[in-house]
């Protein structure tokens, strides 16, 4: 059963800081999805990372998967409020079927 | 294009009836797949499908079934639902080669009673 570990579960921070949510597993992934997810709406994905060792930025985003496949990372610099909301990880399975498995996910609140 | 959409919004059913959640994908995706989002929980994998077949099943019970028509879209159907089945129910759709970019509705927001 392959488990991905999301942490920390919830970050407050003051507008302008920087953070990191971390991502981690013993299993391997085909791949790494983030999301963001405001309340009681459906999670929007933010990226898709596939290759070992991949960086991808978006904006103020930055978002890597580890050399093994197992790992990622999210760093936001300069947190602004309107990053505020839950971040979620998920790992590509592809076995029968193509599922996601999800972290439990990090609340983030960026006070102004 | 088209999002994913999912219907209805709210549901409110008592214990032991059944319910069916409606969901149609995103323009040109031809997989569709179910996760269960408990509160304070990351969405739980039910099951997939691709071609109007199930094309994987996560740890639910066989009262959890589906449905995919030849448009792609798609039925969740719980029989004899239960208090825990309370929940966040989302459809996710995406289509190969990267079927596991998956594009997520909004949600049907189930509360069992």
């Known amino acids: 059963t392959q488990l991905l570990e999301q942490s920390p579960q919830f970050l407050s921070i003051q507008e302008g800081e920087n953070l990191t949510v971390y991502c981690n597993s013993s299993?391997?992934?085909?791949?790494l999805q983030w999301y963001r997810q405001e309340p009681g709406e459906g999670p929007v994905l933010l990226v898709t990372?596939?290759?070992?060792?991949e960086v991808k930025k978006l904006k103020r985003l930055t978002f890597q998967f580890g050399d093994a496949r197992k790992d990622s990372s999210l760093h936001i610099t300069a947190a602004q409020p309107g990053d505020t909301g839950l971040y979620l990880c998920?790992?590509?399975?592809?076995?029968?079927?193509?599922?996601?498995?999800f972290g439990a996910g990090t609340i983030l609140r960026v006070k102004s | 294009e088209t999002g994913v959409t999912q219907s209805p919004t709210h549901l409110i059913k008592t214990r032991g009836q059944q319910v069916t959640l409606r969901c149609s994908s995103q323009?040109?995706?031809?997989?569709v797949s179910w996760y269960q989002q408990a509160l304070g929980q990351g969405p739980q994998f039910i099951f997939q499908?691709?071609?109007?077949?199930?094309?994987g099943r996560g740890n639910f019970p066989p009262r959890f079934s589906g449905l995919q028509f030849p448009n792609y879209s798609s039925e969740l159907n719980v029989n004899a639902l239960e208090l825990d089945d309370s929940a966040l129910y989302l459809c996710?759709?995406?289509?190969?080669?990267?079927?596991?970019?998956?594009?997520f509705g909004p949600g049907t927001r189930l509360t069992v009673l």
């Open positions: 996710a759709s995406s289509s190969p080669p990267r079927v596991d970019e998956q594009f």
């Open positions: 299993s391997v992934f085909s791949s």
């Open positions: 990372v596939v290759t070992g060792g």
């Open positions: 998920a790992g590509g399975v592809m076995e029968y079927g193509n599922k996601l498995v």
């Open positions: 323009s040109g995706h031809n997989t």
């Open positions: 499908y691709y071609r109007e077949e199930e094309n």
